[in-house]
């Protein structure tokens, strides 16, 4: 019996690792696109999982939520903060912080 949990509790590992890969490939992707399309520079190429939580889908399903930050740049000298939020695999919201009294979302 604790063989199974034990294989049960590592697939579901295995799972979590894996989701949480194609969330932050996705949320790269389109930080990516954002910035190009703003033409700024999105610094390091990367994202930070900054919050993880459960919530339900608009189906009323459990599902990963995630919460992405990144920096970017407009100039190439000042760093500025954006962040994506995922609902699943699916993007809720983008946010891009232009100058200190605006966003765009």
Same mark, same amino acid.
């Given at each position: 019996?604790?063989?199974?949990?034990? @294989?049960?509790?590592?697939?579901? @590992? +295995?799972?979590?690792?894996?989701?949480?890969? &194609?969330?932050r490939? =996705? /949320?790269?992707?389109?930080? &990516?696109? /954002?910035?190009?399309?703003?033409? /700024?520079?999105? +610094?390091?190429? *990367?994202?930070?999982?900054?919050?993880?939580?459960?919530c &339900? *889908?608009?189906?009323? *399903?459990? /599902? +990963?939520? &995630?919460l992405?930050?990144?920096?970017?740049?407009m100039?190439?000298?000042? =760093? =500025?903060?954006?962040?994506?939020?995922?609902?699943?695999?699916?993007?809720?919201?983008?946010?891009?912080?232009?100058?200190?009294?605006?966003?765009?979302?």
């Amino acid at each position: 019996m604790q063989e199974i949990l034990l @294989i049960a509790l590592l697939l579901f @590992i +295995l799972w979590l690792w894996r989701d949480s890969l &194609r969330s932050r490939e =996705r /949320a790269i992707q389109v930080c &990516r696109q /954002a910035c190009d399309q703003i033409h /700024a520079q999105f +610094l390091d190429d *990367t994202v930070v999982l900054s919050r993880l939580r459960l919530c &339900r *889908t608009k189906r009323g *399903t459990m /599902a +990963l939520c &995630r919460l992405y930050v990144f920096d970017f740049s407009m100039d190439g000298e000042q =760093r =500025r903060s954006g962040s994506v939020s995922m609902k699943g695999q699916g993007i809720e919201d983008l946010v891009l912080s232009i100058d200190q009294s605006s966003s765009l979302h």
